[in-house]
């Protein structure tokens, strides 16, 4: 009999778990000899396999709200298929992590005085081995204890021997066939950390910054612009109102937008040679002024075009209420978004004639890489700077004169800013791909180093630190002219590195890549052939348009935690920057152009050449050997691959998409196909045999009451070990799941996962209820043709309706709708077998009133009370497998205390799926 009172899952969960353990009912080759268990097969084992590698959890701490969320779903998939009389494996693993556990580890290191410099190299990798092997064992116990049904004797780390083994020949049989190569990109560089880094390895978050508006003027003042300003600076002149506002204008485009400003005039006779009219004047601070009227005002300006369409400005010296700054601003944003080059220029700030020069105005906020431009782009249609495009202009710096070209492309944003865009290949990643169809902008000029400082070629800021600069360099470019407007509360997202939180540094490097074309083309087409299945559906074109986009991958790392690159130099490489900035890198005096120069200083190869040979210092990025980890982990024991390749899932986030399973993707064809023509190189292999996974299931991310993602720094999380305890791991299990569709976020709170212990805490009392009245005998001696015979309408419904539950779970199990299924068994349990099919044969079924006389003595009774009592007992059985791959601890308890036939199976994870 189960216990009395309400379901206690603290006493219940460890019992269960031992059971599951002890009896090694995870493992795939545990066969039963009960002849209706699901794993019992006469003679050689001949089930089908289900096998889905599960996502490797960092080494480096406990597992969070996220990793228990996908063991619920990847757990339930392995439970429901092991009933469907498959022999399951679910193989887990831990990661190495890279950049996060050795960022992990040093600041343990740091809290003992030590750094990693102080142990060198070897010792530093033997402790960081060490911390992962405990936090291992520490996050293996969270996923038993979450009842992750996994063959933990399988459990590999991406460290282990074996793993380390394959990935290496991985990256030689790449290199082999060409495949993989060393040359310079522009990568993302953590400062602080010293390392390249991939995308995941980064994060944005919002900034308050300064958006600089600066003039790359030209090297000599424009003579009319000169000859305006002597005539007319701080003079006072009478002008005539040709607008106001309110009136419509057309700019030389024929575009037509309403005047919003101050009045706008012109002075007769003072002739602008750039179309013979009237010079213009803008008028600031007068009221009421109609057209044809004519105002004296003080001259404190010129507004300067590249067009030279030149105008004075003019202000109201009576009025005291004008805000002049924001006044000029609106007239430098309005002018800017029409008319090339517009800026400002105030007579009593700029009264030298050096300032009254032309030039393009432009829009950064990062004004230190200045010193790295090598071209300035505009977007093609932009009619403002049509005349310029494919011309070469002299302009003025910080540091000198520097002659730079105009070229046109589309990635460029005509609204951003002034539309007119500096290149900087080798700090920006949009700049550095605009380098890679406009060759003409290289070679490119890296003026900040790998240490965050300006370099030599910035002048007399060299080794100032890139943040720091800023400062410096507002004050000059406001004293030389060049700083035209600023906006000091601009708003942007900017890079960060996950780990230590500095903001990321884009700078060019020698790295080792991967040439992802050819591997792109094999991944596209196992998805658009139905190979492989991503869902939610709309995710598969996430996928596609990645593979669409022509980039290599950076797999290198400077690192001394993980997999060090398999290649041997008769001396280190070093990477240095020329006089002019460009990036090169060196063996001894020869300088690489090409793979082909460095073939004669490498070797690429797993064992020490020997004397006078030295390792590559880099080591792999984590998703090198993460992107092959459903073969990788299968090669690792003899025959796991043969038997259980392809896999038939990869359950993962979302969010994680283009990050592993692009990955996983690219490489594991690759490496499959690899192994298999190993041993013949003639074999012809389908597309079906290489796959990794046939199905990618990606759940949704947790979010919290609000909707918001959970997060450290928020405080908003959720301790998933408390809940459990509290409440108990199935409910915390079913509030990942019941109710949410896939790929879809969800909220998570503590209340929603207390309702679901209420809900646990029902099946045990519907339960209880159950064994109170029926005992292994009667279900022994039920007669299933008497019981036909003596059904009510009521029995008769509900059989109906358990038996139509049973076809609609079965069908959205197989079409991946497990918050369907879970919504629906709530449904059913708690309002149609609970509130009303107990409630109605409850007369049925008792055998003494209140007083404890006999009840239901006559032999219609009699038949009517086993009808009701087989009834019972036939939807509980079901409810209780049904329910299992949800709620395995309290259905398994239920289980084993409820009445069975004979040959029917000891454990719950073996009992048959009904149907």
Known sequence: MLPKGPYDPNKTEKEILDYWLENDYFKPEFRSEQKLSTAYVEGADKRETYTNILPPPNANGN??????????????????????????LLLPGKDHAGIQTEVVFEKVLEKEGKTKKDMGRKKFYEECYKFCMENSETAREQEKNLGLSADFDRELFTLDPKIVKEVLQTFIDLYDDGLVYRDKRLINWCVRCQTALADIDTEYKESTGKLFYFKYGFTEPDPYAVEIKNKY????????????????????????????????????????????????????????????????????????????????????????????????DKHFHRFSKYFAGVHIRLFDEYPDDKYYNLGFILATTRPETKFGDTALCVNPK?????DWVGKEIEVQTLIGNAKLNIIADEIIDPEFGTGIMKVTPAHAPDDWDIAMKHPEVLPEKQCIGFDGKLNHICGKYEGMKALESRQKLEEDMKKQGILVNLNGKYKNRIQICERCKNQIEPLISHQWFVDTDPLKEKAKQLVKDDFTNIMPEGKENVYLNWMDTPEDWCITRQLWWGYRVPVWYKIQPKEFVTETGEVKERFGEDIMHSMKDYKEYMKVQVDDPGDKWVQDEDVFDTWFSSGQWPVVTLLAKDGDFEKFYPTQIMETGWDILIFWVTRMMLLCPYKAKSYLLRDDKNLDLTDKEITPFQNVYLHGLVLDREGVKMSKSKGNGIDPFKMMHEFGTDALRLSFVIGNKVGQNYRLYEEKIESFRNYCNKIWNISKFTLMNIGDEQVQNFDPDEIGNNMEKDDKKMIKHIDKLIENSTRNMD??????????????????????????????????????????TSDEAQDSRKAALWTLWYCLDKYLRLLHPFIPFITEKIWQEFPKKEEESETLMYAKWPN
């Open 63 to 88: 597992l969070h709200l996220g990793h228990m969320s996908g063991y619920a779903y990847q757990d339930l998939m392995g439970r429901y298929n092991r009933m469907k009389g498959k022999a399951v």
């Open 233 to 328: 600076a701080g003079e006072e002149i009478e002008v005539l109102v040709e607008r106001n506002k309110g009136m419509k204008y057309k700019n030389k485009e024929g575009e037509e937008f309403k005047w919003e400003f101050d009045y706008y005039g012109s002075i007769p006779n003072e002739t602008n040679p750039a179309d013979n009219s009237d010079l213009d004047v803008i008028l600031i601070g007068f009221d009421d002024l109609e057209v044809g009227d004519k105002v004296k005002g003080k001259t404190i300006g010129l507004m300067l075009r590249l067009d030279k369409d030149f105008k004075l400005i003019v202000i109201n010296p009576d009025n005291s209420e004008v805000k002049l700054d924001e006044e000029l």
């Open 815 to 856: 079409n991946f709708n497990f918050g369907v299924v879970a919504q629906e068994l709530y449904e059913s349990i708690w309002h149609e077998f609970a509130d009303v099919y107990l409630e109605t044969i409850k007369p049925r079924i008792y055998t003494k009133d209140r007083k404890g006389n006999p009840i239901n």
């Open 382 to 386: 932009d009619e403002r700077y049509k």
